[in-house]
């Protein structure tokens, strides 16, 4: 009998949540663009009962991904697939933002989707940021969610872009429009794919930041949203769990904001202060 494997793109503090939800039971590969992220994340959790092996993954490399599907398959039947990869405004370039975060993304669901088992899910991790984007005309829309993946980074709009943050929520809208269109493709093979876009999320980099120069900003941010905290990496997993369980298999190609009402405040409460800087 083949083996049910699970893979996990980005084995940050989100990702591995969700993975523990998943993959009893089942062969997870963790796939990061450190080696070292994820040996540390598969000796955690091979401590704790799980089946993993690990590869080297840099999610804006097409060989990579390519590579990467054909270690998972060798593997097993994937059964589910996780995003949790991506850089941040504050990481990277906006080329390389664009190339990560954008592009690489809707590489790996287009290969993913080719070799997804019947019954399979996945989830790609996006952000509250693309809900900031204001609305795009419908050319667009089309355009980040149909374009071959090789041709999206020549688009038009896409090359005009100059802030590293206004490249960051492209890409955040782009991977939840790639994630409806994803779906119709996945659908043929019986499988499901949704986008969930959280907000304030307690990670290792997340805490740097609300000690950091910057914490006034997200303790203010934080102070204005409906849930007055932060969220959790658990609080995520148990959404992609959900989605990716019998109980998920009405859902596909859908995005869930987990936010604690912030992009509610962004918009309608007391966060819309925030439009002037974003």
Sequence with gaps: MMKQVVVLVGAGSIGVAIARRVAAGKHLVLADYSLANAQAAAQTLENAGFACSIQQCDLGSKEDILKLVKYATSQGDVTNLINAAGVSPSQAP???????????TSVLLEEFGKVIA??????VISSQSGHRLPALPQEQNDALAMTPADELLELPFLRDISDTLKAYQYSKRCNVLRVMYEATRWGKRCATINSISPGIIITPLANDELHGPRKDGYLKMIAGMPARRAGTPDEVGDLAEFLMSSRGRFISGADFLIDGGCTASYWYGDLQYLKSTH
């Design 94 to 104: 906006v080329e390389r933002i664009l190339q990560v975060d954008l592009y690489g």
């Design 118 to 123: 019947p019954g399979g899910s996945g989830v």
